[in-house]
T-cell receptor
Framework: NAGVTQTPKFQVLKTGQSMTLQCAQD?????MYWYRQDPGMGLRLIYY???????DKGEVPNGYNVSRLNKREFSLRLESAAPSQTSVYFC???????????FGSGTQLSVL | QKEVEQNSGPLSVPEGAIASLNCTYS??????FFWYRQYSGKSPELIMS????GDKEDGRFTAQLNKASQYVSLLIRDSQPSDSATYLC??????????FGTGTSLTVIP
């Protein structure tokens, strides 16, 4: 059972480049989330998808877009990367708000 | 105002002592609360979940929830060096949103 698989693990971009972070879960979870983690800031919610076919903004959505491709997959896209988007990104999923979040292994993104 | 506020520390305790971690939350619609532990360079892992007022114990860990005061805490008894990590408090509301605090860095000194 793989859980939450997140790719890539590391990425370096130049300012203005675009990229997509991929996330897939094999636990048949309805809800999926994208967070960013910066030193001293904890985990901040970027976007989430409560169920297949829906997406909603979190605390810090500017500069990002998401796609809930199907129940398993939830991708995060940076259309024009900025140095302020240098961060560690985590994807997570859960079956309900009474259950824990299962996290991917994270993506270390650097934007130069 | 952040949905969840934590004392960011850092907190240092001697081995064998009790470590006390606290957080407050602003959304009265939050109904589930969690404590995660995160080692440097790793993903967060669940330590405790709590949904009702009162205490919940699991081994050396006790979570406390007071919905009237909008307060959640975690006590770690007999602290061990392996408990040294960042502890994240999280709340989940009926909008399917999980919000995290900024984390408290704990160091257990041998």
């Amino acid at each position: 059972n793989a859980g939450v698989t997140q790719t890539p693990k590391f990425q370096v971009l130049k300012t203005g480049q675009s990229m997509t972070l991929q996330c897939a879960q094999d636990m048949n979870h309805n809800s999926m989330y994208w967070y960013r983690q910066d030193p001293g800031m904890g985990l901040r919610l970027i976007y989430y998808s409560a169920s297949e076919g829906t997406t909603d903004k979190g605390e810090v959505p500017n500069g990002y877009n998401v796609s809930r491709l199907n129940k398993r997959e939830f991708s995060l896209r940076l259309e024009s990367a900025a140095p302020s988007q240098t961060s560690v990104y985590f994807c997570a999923s859960t079956g309900s708000i009474d259950e824990k979040l299962f996290f991917g292994s994270g993506t270390q993104l650097s934007v130069l | 105002q952040k949905e969840v506020e934590q004392n960011s520390g850092p907190l240092s305790v001697p081995e064998g002592a009790i470590a006390s971690l606290n957080c407050t939350y602003s959304d009265r619609g939050s109904q589930s609360f969690f404590w995660y532990r995160q080692y440097s360079g790793k993903s967060p892992e669940l330590i405790m979940s709590i949904y009702s007022n009162g205490d919940k114990e699991d081994g050396r860990f006790t979570a406390q929830l007071n919905k009237a005061s909008q307060y959640v805490s975690l006590l770690i008894r007999d602290s061990q060096p392996s408990d040294s990590a960042t502890y994240l408090c999280a709340g989940a509301n009926t909008g399917n949103q999980f919000y995290f605090g900024t984390g408290t860095s704990l160091t257990v000194i041998p």
